[in-house]
Each structure stands twice: as C-alpha cells, then as structure tokens.
C-alpha cells in the first residue's frame, strides 16, 4: 500500500523559511518512472503544483516560486524535503506531497523519434496546514 | 506557462444526473490532461489519466475525453457520493503542471 505523510510546522512568521518533509512508503524513489510533487491549496482556492523531484535527482519548479524553492529526495529514508523561502502571508495553504508517476513513451513522426511523457499524480497525503503571520 | 479554464465555476444536479464539465486549455496539449476528484477536506484524487483513460477502482461512470485545447469529463448518473470540486491538470508543457481553476458539483 502506498501512502505518503507530509509533515512540518504550522505557523510560520513572514520572511521566515519553510521546511516541510514528505514520508513515504510503498514504493521507491529509485524506482525507474517514480516521481514526487508537491502541491498547495490556499483556503477555498485551487491547487497549485510547486515542484517535482525524479529518481534521477533531476528537478522542476513553478515558474513564478522557482527562486524562492529547493526539493531534495533521501532515498534511503523515503523522504522527499522542500523548502520555501521568504515565507509571506499569501503563502498560507494546505501543502500536499504526492507520488508522480512518469511514463516514457514514443511518438514516431515519418523519420524523427521524439520522447513523450505521461505524468499522474496518482497518489496524495493527506496535507499539511500551514499557516504565515506574525 | 499553459493556462487551464474550466466551465462552469459550480453546477447543480440531482442523484442520476448527467453532468459535464469543460476544460479548455490556451494551447495545443494533445492527450496530455489529468482530471482529480477533491471532496471538502480531503486530498485530491486521480480520476482520470491522458484525457480519457479511467485509473484502476474508479467507478465507470466517469468518463473523459478530447484532445488539442478543449477536453470533456463526465458524470454518467451522478451519486451522492460526487459531491466534490473537480480538476483538470495537463502536463504537457511541463514544468510546470497547471490545474484548472475546478468545478464545484453539488446538489440541487
């Protein structure tokens, strides 16, 4: 059974450095196509994906946050860390870590072969609140 | 970054309704669209991988489809059990993944 638990403070003060943690189990990060994502919620708005790390250690961030975040993996204690920096009140969400998967497929168009890939977040934790003021 | 709009915001709709809900993208994303399930204070759930394709246990009558900027998702007889806001999330310009801002399904 796969599950994942975020864990991390839950108020944190303005200019302050978030540090939240992703456990894991039933699966391996180094595992060929596992991926973690985290994603946040503010109250009563949508989701919004802060970034993805690949058992290759390769990277991606949101574009408007990517200065401000860092993801890490700890294969061997299935863990996955990121950390927010310059925390502002705006930043007051429910932060979720979920499983990607990345499915890697072909598509052939006359003589070029060019990579395709599946992304699902297929499954979540149950979130963490985390909430900014002073 | 591709933008996503879904429509409508909300809807209301009785037990064994149909219920349809758009997702347009702001360019060409070919299959490349997840729908989740999000019921109020709960984590999101994969519904539905590459635009039309049910993820294993969820219950056929939910359904998806379209390619290119404007996608579909289905409710065939919606159960009390529904009762959730709804996700698109494309993936084909990635990064980053972006969502659809949701629908909110709800009885009537």
């Keep these: ?134 | 970054d591709i933008q996503m709009t879904q429509s409508p915001s909300s809807l209301s709709a009785s037990v064994g309704d149909r219920v349809t809900i758009t997702c347009q993208a702001s360019q060409d994303i070919s299959t490349s669209l997840n729908w989740y399930q999000q019921k109020p204070g709960r984590a999101p759930k994969l519904l539905i991988y590459e635009a039309s394709n049910l993820e294993t246990g969820v219950p056929s009558r939910f359904s998806g489809s379209g390619s290119g900027t404007v996608f579909t998702f289905t409710i065939n007889s919606l159960q009390s059990d529904d009762i959730a806001t709804y996700y698109c999330q494309q993936y084909h310009d990635f990064p980053p993944f972006t969502f659809g801002p949701g629908t909110k399904v709800d009885f009537k």
């Design chain 1, 1 to 134: 059974q796969v599950t994942l638990r975020e864990s991390g403070p839950a108020l944190v003060k303005p200019t302050q450095t978030l540090t939240l943690t992703c456990t894991f189990s039933g699966f391996s990060l180094s595992t060929d196509g596992m991926c973690v994502s985290w994603i946040r919620q503010p109250p009563g708005k949508a989701l919004e994906w802060l970034a993805l790390i690949h058992r290759d250690d390769d990277k991606y961030y949101n574009t408007a946050l990517k200065t401000r975040l860092t993801i890490a993996k700890d294969t061997s204690k299935n863990q996955v860390v990121l950390t927010m920096t310059n925390m502002d009140p705006l930043d007051t969400a429910t932060y979720y870590c979920a499983r990607t998967l990345r499915v890697e497929t072909t598509v052939i168009t006359g003589p070029h072969r060019k990579p395709v890939y599946y992304y699902g977040m297929d499954v979540w934790g149950q979130g963490t609140t985390v909430i900014v003021s002073s």
